[in-house]
């Protein structure tokens, strides 16, 4: 294996390159990752290897940043972050399983994207995301898990991976309101929680009537299970709430390539600015690390909702 920390000795006699590959993938394919998430991670580590034809030494960050580079200089921003993501998944990997001292590519950071405030994925209008919850006939067990999967995606900003990530421990009741702690971006426990606003709370308990009519039903058990034959009463996996997301959407009439799972958290945080939320208590709702992440939605809602243009007049 030619990825330059040194293997600890007694692992490096039987181990191959590839069946690390594989150890890797398979923990990162448990942990949520796609199936194209996969596929691009595994073609990430190829490229760096290819880059290094064949070099043997210790990686450090400064060849993590002259891979970085050279890539910046004939691929675009997504592809080299991208590349840049699979080296720090795998190296923080080895450096988990004992197998490397520490990961060259952590300190490395990501290529600047142009200052564009606008997002990549749009939100949903509110008459769209009305129309999606509708789409769930609460009279079948599909319909009533994947209404509390949409509402807490809708109304409380969840991500698909947390919504993955959730067991039924985490849904607990703090003072007199239904709270459910989540695992964030790059989160290894559960440490923020969402408020379920009132109104939805029938929602999710109508899901924790159906659920507990399954045999497994212990704190440590998934929130949200799959219903096919196939997997039934197992973890709910990402691509599969990616799926539900987007048949909701064709049932409910969505239209728009810009319109994803995650839209309905961009929609969230959008109408959070919009009926008053301060930027520290957005910040605080979508769990932003970076407040210039939260100031980023506050600008494109004010570029969309209060438009220069609109106070051109030559009417005299």
Avoid at 37 to 45: D, M
Avoid at 235 to 244: F, V
Wanted: aromatic letters at 8%.
């Amino acid at each position: 294996m030619t990825t330059g920390l040194t293997v600890k000795q007694d692992r490096a006699l039987t181990e191959s390159a590839e069946s690390i590959t594989a150890e890797w993938l398979e923990f990162e394919r448990a942990e949520g990752a796609s199936r194209l998430t996969l596929i691009a991670y595994r073609k990430g580590l190829a490229v760096f290897e290819a880059w290094r034809a064949g070099e043997v030494g210790t990686v450090t960050p400064q060849t993590v940043r002259e891979f970085k580079a050279d890539l910046a200089s004939r691929y675009s921003v997504q592809t080299v972050n991208l590349r840049l993501s699979a080296l720090r998944s795998f190296y923080r990997f080895m450096v988990n399983t004992d197998r490397l001292p520490y990961n060259p590519a952590s300190q490395v950071k990501g290529v600047k994207r142009h200052k564009s405030k606008m997002h990549k994925r749009d939100r949903l209008a509110d008459g769209e995301i009305m129309a999606v919850l509708d789409t769930c006939n609460t009279g079948t067990l599909a319909g009533v898990r994947d209404k509390a999967i949409l509402s807490l995606c809708s109304y409380c900003g969840l991500r698909a991976i947390e919504v993955r990530r959730a067991d039924i421990g985490n849904l607990v009741t703090q003072g007199d309101r239904l709270v459910l702690w989540v695992w964030g971006k790059g989160r290894k426990e559960a440490d923020e929680f969402v408020v379920v606003p009132f109104h939805q709370e029938p929602v999710i308990r109508a899901w924790l009537a159906h659920r507990s009519t399954f045999a497994d039903h212990t704190d440590a058990d998934p929130l949200f299970i799959s219903l096919s034959n196939r997997s039934r009463g197992g973890r709910l996996a990402t691509r599969s709430i990616r799926a539900m997301v987007k048949a909701r959407y064709a049932k409910a009439g969505v239209v728009g390539s810009k319109k994803t799972t995650h839209s309905l958290r961009h929609s969230a945080i959008t109408n959070v600015i919009r009926h008053g939320g301060t930027p520290m208590q957005t910040q605080t709702f979508a769990r932003h690390a970076s407040y210039d992440t939260t100031l980023g939605y506050y600008h494109e809602a004010a570029r969309l909702d209060n438009p220069a243009e609109d106070l051109i007049s030559y009417a005299g």
